[in-house]
């Protein structure tokens, strides 16, 4: 048997770790001073507007987990965000590394639905009695495919943490949003968008097909938010109409994308 290992910043809840048997490693978000683990951003509560910062799992954390899991599993895959956005990826690298190959870690060169994504096809390959190896393999092979973008009230959280790798020249008046794209690990401004209902839109670009492709509609999407917003109901509409074979999943961020990507954070992630 082989166990499934990602980060918090998957931002699967309970019922998406049960039914997939993925265990969730334990990632920080410190905030006023106060150190806490990474949890679901709920409506009813006050969160601070960016105000804080994560802190993703240590080698010893990962060490822990692994030596615990692999009392009751043959193997272990991990899927770590992007190596541009944490050191998560290298923390469990080095934690693996003295535990004989019983372990493989797959940086998903994402964050988010793509880690949620990539954990669900992991357990879907070792259910049909893959290797670790074919299931890395195969992971390496199918983050590819994966497409992303979102938005946040400004750029300004990521380009102070020095995380884009892009900027449009030109400055945007202050009703319109930055629309991001990850590509190769990489957060870059895409565009910009004014409006509940044009920001939808202009997230759902990431589907169309690049000038000479053919269209490829994903099969998998996920839609992330932070508050349950007008723009959120309007693009998982436009998800359900555009792509009707396509299964829909919706989900709220949890803290520690605030703290790194920004506040007001809606976006969606397919495969």
Excluded: W
């Amino acid at each position: 048997m082989i166990a499934i290992v990602t980060e918090s910043l998957s931002c699967m809840n309970v019922a998406d770790c049960a039914a997939t048997g993925v265990s969730l490693a334990p990632m920080d978000c410190v905030a006023d001073g106060v150190r806490a683990h990474d949890r679901i951003i709920v409506a009813e509560e006050t969160i601070p507007a960016g105000q804080g910062y994560s802190v993703p799992p240590t080698e010893d954390e990962y060490r822990t987990r692994f030596t615990a899991l692999l009392s009751e599993f043959d193997g272990i895959l991990c899927i770590t965000a992007s190596r541009k956005f944490s050191d998560s990826n290298r923390h469990a690298l080095h934690a693996a590394a003295p535990l004989g190959g019983r372990v493989e870690v797959v940086e998903s060169e994402s964050v988010a639905g793509g880690l949620f994504l990539l954990a669900l096809r992991a357990r879907h390959l070792a259910t049909l009695g893959h290797t670790l190896t074919e299931i890395r393999d195969e992971l390496e092979t199918y983050k590819r495919t994966l497409r992303v973008s979102f938005s946040a009230a400004s750029a300004a959280t990521l380009a102070n943490a020095k995380k884009l790798t892009y900027t449009p020249v030109s400055r945007p008046i202050l009703s319109r949003r930055p629309v991001f794209r990850i590509k190769d690990g990489g957060i870059s401004v895409a565009s910009f968008a004014s409006g509940a209902y044009r920001l939808a839109e202009e997230l759902l670009t990431v589907f169309d097909p690049a000038p000479g492709e053919s269209p490829r509609p994903p099969r998998h999407v996920v839609v992330h938010y932070a508050d349950r917003t007008d723009t959120v109901e309007y693009l998982a509409r436009l998800v359900r109409e555009r792509y009707p074979d396509a299964i829909l999943y919706e989900r709220p961020i949890t803290l520690s994308l605030q703290f790194n990507l920004g506040y007001d954070i809606v976006g969606l992630i397919g495969d």
